[in-house]
């Protein structure tokens, strides 16, 4: 082989890998980066007798109750960005589960506390789910947009809620069975582990929703929370959610 030949050979492999490597790039963007979620758990206290439980929650400003709860303003932080907020649920029965549900501009949560905890324990202060991280990237296809979500520390399911639907003659007509929605938004392609890390995405067709005249009206992300250690926390559940659109 001539020095000639090797520079071509040399030059073609050269070439074609630079093409591979371009090819496996994908251009995602970021639309928020690796870090701790809006929401804080600061404490739990439980008044046994009265079966009254006080939270205070950091949240995003501006944060609302979803179901009318009483929300106190306890203090705003120096960032101006976020607030600690008191709530109080009372229950009519022993063993009923206190239930409430935060929404801020982006975010959601929504808590579940825990009725059965020990009855040693009146007050907590430090919760696993202050350590949730999340990362969320987008990347826009020619039909489809994939919404990849990196969630660290707190995952138990990754799931999405949705509202779809079309515009009729007698008015908006939402699509609500989940195996119809698949037509249009998908958990796909990513579902795996990787260390601390969940790593999910949701693909929405944006072909199939123009050729069908379907609209995506919200879109959003959830991250199931298990409280864990049964009868020594009073956080039973939490589902955290990140609006997508």
């Not at 639309?31 to 007798?49: D, L, R």
């Not at 929300?71 to 063993?95: H, M, P």
Request: charged fraction near 20%; glycine fraction near 4%.
């Amino acid at each position: 082989m001539t020095a000639l030949h090797q520079v071509v050979l040399l030059t073609f492999f050269t070439s074609f890998a630079c093409v591979i490597c371009t090819n496996d790039e994908e251009p995602w963007v970021i639309v928020k980066e690796m870090g701790h979620i809006g929401y804080q758990i600061k404490s739990v206290t439980k008044n046994e007798s009265e079966l009254r439980y006080v939270s205070l929650i950091q949240a995003p400003i501006p944060t609302t109750t979803e179901n009318g709860e009483d929300l106190k303003l306890v203090s705003t932080r120096e960032d101006g960005l976020s607030a600690v907020y008191e709530i109080t649920k009372i229950t009519s029965k022993y063993f009923q589960i206190p239930v409430f549900s935060l929404t801020s501009n982006t975010e959601s949560l929504e808590v579940k506390l825990s009725p059965y905890t020990v009855f040693s324990l009146t007050e907590q202060t430090d919760f696993a789910f202050n350590d949730c991280m999340l990362q969320v990237e987008k990347w826009d296809q020619a039909e489809s947009t994939i919404y990849k979500m990196t969630a660290r520390n707190c995952v138990r399911f990754c799931e999405y809620s949705t509202t779809i639907g079309k515009n009729t003659a007698s008015g908006f007509q939402k699509i609500r069975k989940r195996v119809d929605q698949r037509k249009y938004v998908s958990m796909y392609p990513f579902m795996r582990f990787k260390g601390n890390d969940r790593i999910c995405s949701i693909t929405v067709n944006r072909a199939a929703l123009q050729e069908d005249g379907v609209e995506v009206m919200s879109l959003k992300f959830n991250i199931e929370f298990d409280g864990g250690d049964w009868g020594k926390t009073f956080l039973y559940f939490a589902t955290y959610g990140f609006n997508l659109i």
